[in-house]
């Protein structure tokens, strides 16, 4: 029987981004500590009688935790993790901390069994890393909320490369409002800022004071929670942005076929929460029919 593994009484805080993350598990490798939670600053619960550590960040030993698990599963094992990450799951840090935990003490990834080196090993697998060997075991307890978790975040962020309206706003520049249940923000600025090209738009996640802001050649994301002078004052609206919508709108019912109206089919694929920032499915009484 495998032994139960030991806690340290502990709780690891850090500054909520993905490199103050790092920087705790590479913390609790460092002080030989086994933190049974870690969570963004402000956000842990303590378990009666537990301690809690603040770990700041350091972008160095964030890297170093990085360049180990791609070494170690490969780079799709980090990507899990980074989609991980970006989820609403309060448990996301521990969650992430005892994936890599699992994957760099265990050799997770290998397949010893049926490598067809392994009867000339010398006990250091030179074989190119494959993230197949440890994502794959998603029933696994250190593994399936990572699937689980990463698996959610890549579908939200399809609903939002499906679902985001852009309006268009004086002095060139178009808008676009978003309700995720995930922080996709950073994960879709890649795909619209090749579509607009030099366009300048901003993406405004408003479940998490995010601003993706792309200004024709770079993009860059404003924490519009945690900086109180980041406030997003907008130009108002184009003369013919109204005039787009009603028409968006009335074409959107036009090609409908009325005799495959299917409500519950178009509520699977298209979430009601999406709704309110989608310009076909408002409703505007002084429109005709």
């Known amino acids: 029987m495998s032994q139960p593994e030991l806690y340290d009484d502990l709780a690891y805080s850090y500054d909520g981004s993905l490199e103050g993350l790092l920087s705790a598990i590479f913390a609790a490798y460092e002080r030989h500590e086994h933190p049974r939670d870690i969570a963004p600053e402000g956000q842990v619960q303590l378990r009666l009688g537990q301690q ?3 770990i700041p960040t350091d972008r160095s030993h964030a890297l170093r935790v990085q360049r180990g698990l791609c070494g170690r ?3 799709g094992a980090f990507n899990a993790l980074k989609y991980a990450f970006l989820s609403d799951e309060p448990q996301a840090g521990t969650f992430i901390y005892e994936f890599v935990r699992y994957a760099m003490d265990s050799r997770a990834h290998s397949e010893c069994s049926s490598c067809s080196h392994k009867n000339h090993c010398s006990g250091i697998c030179t074989r190119r890393p494959s993230a197949h060997g440890i994502m794959s075991q998603i029933t696994h307890p250190k593994v399936e909320p990572i699937f689980r978790l990463a698996r959610a975040v890549d ?3 399809h609903h939002m490369l499906q679902f985001l309206r852009f309006e268009a706003l004086e002095g060139n520049l178009w808008y676009a409002r978003c309700n995720p249940k995930a922080s996709v923000v950073p994960l879709i600025m890649d795909h ?3 579509r607009f090209n030099t366009q300048s738009f ?3 996640d408003e479940v998490h004071q995010m601003a993706g802001v792309y200004s024709g050649k770079d993009w860059y994301l404003v924490d519009l929670g945690r900086d109180s002078q980041s406030e997003l004052n907008l130009p108002p609206k184009t003369a013919m942005e109204d005039l787009m919508a009603k028409s968006w709108r009335r074409f959107y019912r036009k ?3 009325e005799s495959r109206y299917n ?5 699977q694929f298209m979430p009601v929460r999406l709704w309110k920032n989608l310009t076909e499915m408002q409703v505007d009484l002084t429109e005709s029919f």
Not at 263 to 267: D, F, N, T, V
């Open 52 to 54: 809690l550590s603040f």
């Open 73 to 75: 599963c490969g780079e």
């Open 155 to 157: 579908n939200e962020r």
């Open 192 to 194: 619209f800022s090749g």
């Open 202 to 204: 901003i993406i405004h």
């Open 255 to 257: 090609v409908a076929v």
């Open 263 to 267: 409500p519950e089919l178009r509520r």
